[in-house]
Each structure stands twice: as structure tokens, then as C-alpha cells.
């Protein structure tokens, strides 16, 4: 028999493609056509704007609009309600006059994964699940691990063996069991998804990933409050699997679909991707409806590094609907943003934060944002997970002798 769950305010998980409804059990495609499934909620009309500022700091205080019945169920390690500065230094620099950072470094694992990871991890709780784990290009390995970690629960990294050492110490450190696969992200999930389901493991981001992303609306939920229930005119967020922009959007549809602001037909959603691998950008170009996926990413962005991104026909029917933009930077392009951000704002960003910031110039530069828009850039990681990016074009450093004259000699 099956036991009936708890649902909360989740009235089911419903396919994205033909619509067929399920109740929201282990399952994560439709059993008709294959297609992703979406949490739909039943929302109360007593969901009001001035409550949330009221809760706690922490995306927790969307609590109503997230997929857990039971409170007691939240694993939770404080992520979210991160800082939405106003840019005005880099704003000065590249010509805009409302330029606005989310700064998404600021987690507790130093990336937005806490979202989405915190909220499967939390999922999995609720259901039971005796462990969970993840595909990761790196930050949701130690966001998984650090949720499990708090929730008592085992958990596997399946990730590519090439992502930065820094990342897989700290998914080590919160006693992660990682496999270190030899080849792409794509064989890393290929791998991930096949163990979980004979394992009966909870992969966040596979067999979890109606649940996960719903984690990611909250990127949406937090900015629109933190500028006072306005709606911002253009997002510019970086794009691996496509699953943080989807889930951008569904939030604001959704504050929508609450009464909770206005419009959201002026919303522009820009998708920004690194150049070594940019499968998204490629078919926006060509007008094309199909991504044609990336055999062998090459960037230094190894966070965005998904050649064949699960969401990413999603992806374009976003920027079709958004009025939206796809735009590429090189390594060289993302080096400059990581420095400009930090030189400008004092937020050190990895590469992913580097494509935002690039982008950004891009698209100003050929005219295609105009300065006084209320622009939202979203830095999704930290810049101390991944230093070897940059360590090549920073000044090399010599050791000096404690020697007034000598080191007074270097300072000009
Ligand atoms: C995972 C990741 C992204 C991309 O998110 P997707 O949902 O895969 O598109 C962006 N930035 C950082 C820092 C990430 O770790
Ligand atoms: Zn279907």
C-alpha cells in the first residue's frame, strides 16, 4: 500500500510537457512522455507581503511557497536572505545607474546550491530517504554534503575528477563519500543517476530535482523584496544546467500568480554562459529550439561546465517569453569581471560570478541594456573556491627580508 504524505501546500507534481498530474511521491518523470515534473501548490489568499520581513533571515521565511509539509522536516543551516547590493562603483564604471548584486557567495557553503540542496536534503527527511547525494560541477557537492551533514544522513558525490581541490576538500570535510569520476559532468550524471535509483539514494539534482530547484525560486522571492515588492527590468544569471534560471522565473510567476507584485511582462531575463561551453547561447543564435549538447566543455568556469544541460531547452522558451538575451564571455572576458567586481564592489566572485559581470559589459556595450534599467546580477559563488582561475594573471609575489630599507624600497 501506499501511504499517503503529508503535502502541505503542494497540491501535486505535474509534467511540464503534457501536463499529467501526480501526487508528489519519488518520482521525477512523467511516466507518459519522459517529461520534467514541477511542484504546483495550492496557495492560500492569506500569503501577505509584510509577513515574510517578520521570519527569520533565511529563505526559510518563504516557508508556504517551498515543498515541505512539516515544518520540523527543515534541515536548515541558516542559507539565504543574502545581501542585494546596490553596484553603484561598478555601475559608475560601465555606465549604468541602477545596478544592483545579489551576492549569493555569502551562503554558508559559499554558493547558491544551498538553495536547492537544502530544500532536497529537507525533502528527503520528510520522505525518509535513508541517504542522499549529487552530480556536481563542484558547489552542490559540498552544499549536499554540509545539508546532509546537519540532517545525519550519508551522502555521495558523483563529480567530474578535474573540478577545483578546494571544492572537493570541503564536500570531504563534511565526510562526503566522493567519487571522483574520470571524464565529463555529463558522464558524472549519467553515473549518479543509475546508482541512485538501484541504491535507492536521493540524488538532489536527479531523481530529488522537482524538489531541489524549487530551492532556487527563492532567488526570486528575496530580490523582489529586498527592492520593495518592485520587479526589477533584467536578471542576468549564469547558466549550467538552466535549472536556477527556470526556477527564477517560476518565482516570479508565482509572486504573480499570489497578487503579490504587479507585472512581470516588463521582466528581461538575460542567460550568461562561458565561452568553452556554451550550448545555450549557440541555439539562441541560430533561432533554434533544440540545444545541441557540448562534447568536451573548455572554460574556467567549471561550475557552469554542463555540456548538455538538462534544462536547457527550457532555457530558450524562458528567454522567448522573457524578451530575453543569451550571451557568451571567454576565460580572458571572466578573468576581467572577477577583477572588476572585486576592484569596484570588494566582492570576490569565482568565474560563474566572472561570466555575470562580462556579460553585463557586453550587453552594454552594444546597446542592448540601457543605463537606467534596474539591473539584478546574480554572483552564485565565491571567488576562494576556485583561486587557480586567476592565480596566473594576479602580480607574483616575492618573499622579503625584514628589512626597512628593502621593503621600503617595493612601495612606491
Ligand atoms: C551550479 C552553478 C550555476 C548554474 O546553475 P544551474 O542550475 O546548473 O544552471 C551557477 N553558478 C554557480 C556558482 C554554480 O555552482
Ligand atoms: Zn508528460
Redesign the pocket.
Known amino acids: 500500500m501506499v501511504v499517503k504524505e503529508k503535502m502541505g501546500n503542494i497540491q501535486c507534481v505535474k509534467c511540464r510537457e503534457c501536463g499529467k498530474e501526480y501526487e508528489p511521491q519519488f518520482r521525477y518523470i512523467c511516466e507518459d512522455c519522459f517529461g520534467p515534473l514541477d511542484v504546483k501548490y495550492t496557495f492560500h489568499s492569506n500569503i501577505k507581503k509584510d509577513v515574510f520581513n517578520l521570519r527569520e533571515k533565511t529563505y526559510w521565511r518563504y516557508f508556504e511557497l517551498l515543498p515541505i509539509a512539516d515544518k520540523n522536516n527543515i534541515v536548515s543551516l541558516n542559507a539565504g536572505l543574502t545581501p542585494l547590493q546596490e553596484a553603484d562603483r561598478l555601475g559608475k564604471k560601465l555606465g549604468f545607474q541602477n545596478l544592483f548584486i545579489k551576492n549569493d557567495s555569502m551562503n554558508p557553503t559559499f554558493?547558491?546550491?544551498d538553495r536547492p540542496a537544502g530544500v532536497a536534503v529537507s525533502r528527503a527527511k520528510e520522505t525518509k530517504l535513508k541517504a542522499v547525494g549529487c552530480a556536481s560541477?563542484?558547489?552542490?557537492a559540498s552544499a549536499t554534503a554540509a545539508h546532509a551533514a546537519k540532517a545525519e544522513l550519508p551522502c555521495y558525490i558523483f563529480a567530474p575528477s578535474d573540478i577545483e581541490h578546494v571544492k572537493i576538500a570541503q564536500a570531504l570535510a563534511y565526510d562526503a563519500e566522493f567519487v571522483a569520476v574520470d571524464g565529463t559532468y555529463d558522464d558524472a550524471n549519467r553515473v549518479a543517476s543509475i546508482i541512485g535509483d538501484s541504491k535507492g539514494i536521493g540524488i538532489v539534482n536527479i531523481n530529488m530535482r522537482p524538489y531541489y530547484v524549487e530551492g532556487s525560486k527563492t532567488l526570486a522571492f528575496e530580490i523582489v523584496e529586498q527592492l520593495n515588492w518592485k520587479v526589477p527590468d533584467s536578471l542576468i544569471i549564469?547558466?549550467?544546467?538552466?535549472?536556477?534560471?527556470n526556477a527564477i522565473c517560476k518565482g516570479f510567476e508565482e509572486l504573480h500568480e499570489l497578487g503579490l507584485i504587479d507585472s512581470i511582462a516588463n521582466l528581461r531575463i538575460i542567460a550568461a554562459q562561458p565561452h568553452g561551453c556554451a550550448p545555450i547561447v549557440e541555439a539562441f543564435r541560430n533561432g533554434s529550439d533544440q540545444v545541441i549538447p557540448v562534447e568536451r566543455p573548455k572554460t574556467i568556469a567549471k561550475?557552469?561546465a554542463?555540456g548538455d544541460p538538462g534544462d536547457g531547452s527550457y532555457v530558450l522558451k524562458r528567454l522567448k517569453q522573457y524578451d530575453g538575451i543569451a550571451e557568451e564571455a571567454t576565460d580572458e572576458e571572466i578573468i576581467k569581471g572577477i577583477l572588476s567586481l572585486a576592484r569596484t564592489e570588494g566582492v570576490f566572485t569565482?568565474p560563474?560570478g566572472g561570466v555575470t559581470i562580462a556579460v553585463l559589459q557586453k550587453l552594454m556595450e552594444e546597446g542592448k541594456i540601457d543605463k537606467d534599467e534596474t539591473v539584478v546580477c546574480y554572483i552564485?559563488?565565491n571567488g576562494l573556491k576556485s583561486t587557480e582561475a586567476i592565480m596566473n594573471t594576479l602580480p607574483k609575489i616575492n618573499a622579503v627580508k625584514p628589512d626597512i630599507r628593502l621593503v621600503s624600497a617595493l612601495i612606491s
Do not use: H, R, W, Y
Open positions: 554558493s547558491f546550491k560541477t563542484g558547489n552542490l549564469p547558466v549550467g544546467s538552466g535549472a536556477m534560471l561550475s557552469l554542463i569565482e560563474a552564485t559563488g
